[in-house]
């Protein structure tokens, strides 16, 4: 087991660990008073289950019950069930998927790292691709995405999916693989293997006729990850994540950035929301929710930096006010729970869960 995020007393996540005797948990750590009213003081951080190599995507389903994420490594996505804790393979393969979502008529929306494309599960149970290609080529490997009340899809495309871990590399001379020594194909289906990256990165808006627009260029966000709007549609928040594999146009500085949404569905004023650095020590963003009142849970990648990743939750205007501690990476979040009042995190192999006082803002 890691090291515990807390000192005194040492700490054991797993399902043999003794239960916190705190009326408050000792890794849920208000920074700023305005976090007191957003944290649930007599609810314990549980692990619910561990087992995966790189978890990510968490998205709740409202009316089956169940978060659904992805482990990448593993092409699966996993499910668990409210009703008794019991974990499944929701589906494999998932074509290494990545981001997940809910829309708002409960359509499953997915970003699959192999196949460089979005894709809608629908409610029949077949799938729709929502988007593979912008100009006639290629997207890179589609990140995280949610959905607008107008019925379009906004989604981020990085590079990172470009790795045989979470996805393949580029055929021979792309820039995930320019000496050309590795093999696409290898335990792939036979389609699989001539792709190579062709796009710089790119935040993407896909309105309800399938007409994909690009809204933010990697000159604005570079190697966007994570997005979220706030609760009234207005704003926009991306991460932007540090340098992926091949990827030798830009590099993101695990940072945040803030848009204005126009009415014109375009992004407009925008500016650094915060880049993450708390007591000297990088707490890089990669996924993000707002609650109702507009704050943001962001999920913390802080490295070897023990008792710093987790989440980070800030204000809207980019105040950090509470902090989760986890004794893993995490790499995303979102709200669940019959009331949406559950704040579910997907972090490196495991999946944890906390209470709050607050409501997600918007579909999982």
């Not at 000192?7 to 043999?16: E, G």
């Not at 949610?146 to 393949?168: C, I, K, M, R």
């Not at 696409?184 to 627009?213: F, H, N």
């Amino acid at each position: 087991m890691p090291p515990s995020t807390i000192t005194q007393p040492p700490r054991d996540f797993s399902a043999r660990g003794a239960p916190t005797t705190y009326f408050t948990d000792p890794d849920v750590l208000t920074v700023d008073p305005a976090f007191d009213g957003l944290r649930q003081p007599n609810a314990p951080i549980q692990r619910l289950w561990t087992g995966a190599l790189w978890s990510e995507g968490p998205a709740w389903n409202s009316v089956g019950r169940f978060l659904v994420w992805s482990d990448i490594p593993n092409n699966r996505q996993l499910r668990w069930s409210e009703d008794d804790g019991h974990v499944s393979v929701f589906r494999a393969p998932s074509n290494n998927s990545n981001g997940n979502s809910f829309d708002y008529q409960g359509r499953q929306l997915s970003c699959e790292h192999l196949t460089r494309r979005v894709v809608r599960y629908e409610l029949d149970g077949s799938a729709t691709v929502l988007a593979s290609s912008f100009n006639g080529k290629r997207l890179n490997s589609p990140n995280d995405i949610v959905p607008h009340p107008d019925g379009s899809y906004w989604f981020t495309d990085p590079p990172y999916g470009a790795q045989l871990y979470e996805g393949t590399v580029d055929a021979a001379g792309g820039p995930a693989n320019k000496a050309g020594r590795l093999n696409p194909k290898l335990g792939q289906p036979p389609e699989i293997g001539s792709y190579r990256r062709e796009l710089p990165t790119a935040v993407y808006r896909l309105d309800k006729s399938g007409t994909l627009t690009q809204v933010a260029g990697e000159d604005l966000v570079p190697d966007p990850n994570g997005l979220c709007f706030s609760p009234d549609f207005k704003k926009l928040y991306v991460v932007s994540t540090g340098q992926g594999p091949g990827d030798t146009i830009a590099g993101g500085k695990g940072d945040m950035h803030v848009f204005d949404v126009g009415t014109d569905n375009k992004l407009h004023n925008g500016k650094l929301f915060s880049n993450f650095m708390i007591d000297g020590v990088k707490c890089g963003p990669d996924g993000v929710r707002a609650d109702v009142d507009g704050n943001l849970w962001c999920s913390s990648n802080a490295g070897r930096s023990v008792g710093y990743s987790g989440v980070t939750v800030w204000t809207p205007q980019g105040r950090l006010i509470g902090r989760i501690r986890l004794p893993e990476v995490c790499g995303n979040v979102c709200f669940g729970g019959p009331k949406r009042n559950r704040l579910f995190m997907a972090a490196s192999q495991s999946l944890y869960a906390v209470y709050t006082a607050t409501q997600g803002a918007a579909p999982a």
